[in-house]
Nanobody
């Protein structure tokens, strides 16, 4: 499966962005989707995931109430809606897919997109 992430950019603090992750070569309806981010000098961090079977969602504490992960099976695309952004959210964001349980651990995902830069700055 190939993943194409997009939607990053420069946004002011308090602003919003929606990231997209288009999958090809396989369908998302039986794959978990995770969003991760990596800031300079920091380890890759799990941000959100959505379970393939039940559609349950999970978030790291720092984004709860601000970010929302979703998917549209019809267009084989997953999304990460990011609201009330702050400078701590600045990072390269990656989408990934995997099987088994939904997880925020990068090691649980086999296929990764190329990353999209999100910069929060005034």
């Amino acid at each position: 499966v190939q993943l194409q992430a997009s939607g990053g950019g420069l946004v002011q603090p308090g602003g919003s962005l929606r990231l997209s992750c288009v999958a090809s070569g396989d369908t998302l309806d039986y794959l978990n989707v995770g969003w991760f981010r990596e800031a300079p000098g920091r380890r890759r961090e799990g941000v959100a995931c959505i379970n393939s079977v039940h559609g349950n969602t999970y978030y790291t504490d720092s984004v709860k109430g601000r970010f929302a992960i979703s998917r549209d099976i019809a267009v084989n695309t997953a999304y990460l809606q990011m609201n009330v952004l702050n400078d701590e959210d600045t990072a390269v964001y990656y989408c990934a897919v995997g099987s088994g349980s939904c997880s925020l651990l990068p090691s649980r995902y086999r296929h990764w997109g190329q990353g999209t830069q999100v910069t929060v700055s005034s």
